[in-house]
C-alpha cells in the first residue's frame, strides 16, 4: 500500500506545458531597433501596443532607433565632480579667500579665550 501525500514529485506550476492548456498567445510583431554600435536588437510586442521610439540595446546598453541608417546618439555622461568642484562653481576665489579669513578670524578668537 502507497500511503503519503498525492501530489508528491509534482511541484507548483506542474502539468501539461502546451498552448492548448494556457491558451492562445496573443498575435505579436518583431521590431527592429538598431544601436550606434549597430548591433541589431528585436523585441516583439502585442499586435495592438505601442510601439515606443527607442529601445535600449540588450549588448550593450546604447539607446537604439527604429531606422538603421541613422542610430540614436549615445547619451553624454557628466564627469563626476568633487565637492570642490561644485563649490568653484558657485564662489569666485576673492569670495573664497573672504570666507577662509573670516573663519581664521574666528578660530584664533576662540583660542585666545
Known amino acids: 500500500m502507497v500511503g503519503g501525500n498525492a501530489i508528491r514529485g509534482t511541484r507548483v506550476g506542474a502539468g ?47 539607446p537604439g532607433g527604429q531606422d538603421e541608417k541613422n542610430p540614436p546618439a549615445a547619451p553624454r555622461t557628466e564627469p563626476y565632480k568633487t565637492h570642490l568642484a561644485y563649490v568653484k562653481e558657485r564662489r569666485s576665489d576673492a569670495d573664497g579667500e573672504a570666507i577662509l579669513a573670516e573663519a581664521l578670524e574666528r578660530l584664533r578668537q576662540r583660542r585666545e579665550i
Open 16 to 62: 501539461p506545458s502546451g498552448e492548448s492548456e494556457r491558451g492562445e498567445s496573443a498575435p505579436r510583431r518583431r521590431i527592429s531597433y538598431w544601436c550606434a554600435n549597430r548591433h541589431e536588437a528585436q523585441p516583439s510586442f502585442s499586435m495592438d501596443a505601442e510601439i515606443p521610439e527607442e529601445w535600449d540595446c540588450p549588448r550593450c546598453g546604447l
